[in-house]
């Protein structure tokens, strides 16, 4: 069984510096895909990231970047330069991948939510 | 293309009454699922869909019924309403072969008194 786990059930930040929301994942799956969502208050789930668990480099979007720490297996999400739109709730999610198909069950973290201080 | 859309987006039911949800997606995607999210928690997975006339149970799928019979709709049905099924619900569809890339549909909040 697959598990993420988010310790950070609140996060500030100010305006235009970074933060790091962190995720730990539990598996037993060789293949598989960590992805993190945006969550704002209007309800919308917004896809930010993924990363592959056979990439090697950190999966980046923007001012998004996934650090992934494979032997910790960590999956940590820095917004560059904060945002006061990026305040909103941040959920990690794991997915379980097989045969080369990323199958798209998703099992998410409680999540985090971020609040952007001008 | 209208990408993930659900219908209704607020519903109100009594306990014991059913009613089904619906979802539809116009971008051709085979993999459909339909989550829950509760207050304060993750969503949690209730059924999926690789494709029509194939469907499978997820984390929760108890008290809920899905088909599949076109690539476009994903309908979720609640059989007998009870209040531990309060909760928004989510849709959501991607290719198979590119699931690193999944569209939510933008959830229906239910309420069951």
């Known amino acids: 069984a697959q598990k993420i786990t988010q310790t950070q059930p609140g996060m500030f930040v100010q305006e235009k510096e970074a933060v790091t929301l962190d995720c730990t994942y539990d598996?037993?799956?060789?293949?598989?895909?960590l992805f993190w969502y945006k969550q704002p208050s209007s309800g919308e789930m917004i896809f930010l990231i993924y990363q592959g668990s056979y990439d090697e480099q950190n999966a980046t979007e923007g001012r998004y970047s996934l650090n992934f720490q494979k032997a910790r297996k960590s999956a940590n999400l820095v917004i560059s330069a904060s945002q006061l739109g990026d305040s909103a709730m941040y959920f990690c999610a794991m997915s379980y991948n097989a045969g080369g198909t990323s199958y798209g069950k998703l099992t998410f973290g409680q999540g985090t939510i971020l609040t952007v201080h001008p | 293309n209208a990408g993930v859309t659900q219908t209704p987006k607020f519903q109100v039911l009594k306990t014991g009454q059913s009613m089904t949800l619906q979802c539809a997606q116009d971008m051709n995607h085979e993999y459909m699922s339909w989550y829950r999210q509760d207050p304060g928690m993750g969503l949690r997975l209730i059924h999926y869909s690789v494709g029509a006339g194939i469907t499978d149970q997820g984390e929760v799928p108890n008290g809920y019924n899905v088909s599949r019979s076109t690539t476009e709709d994903f309908p979720l049905r609640l059989l007998s309403a009870a209040p531990s099924q309060t909760s928004v619900y989510f849709c959501?569809?991607?290719?198979?072969?590119?699931?690193?890339?999944?569209?939510f549909g933008p959830g229906t909040r239910l309420t069951v008194l």
């Open positions: 598996t037993s799956d060789q293949s598989y895909g």
């Open positions: 959501a569809s991607s290719l198979l072969a590119a699931a690193n890339t999944q569209y």
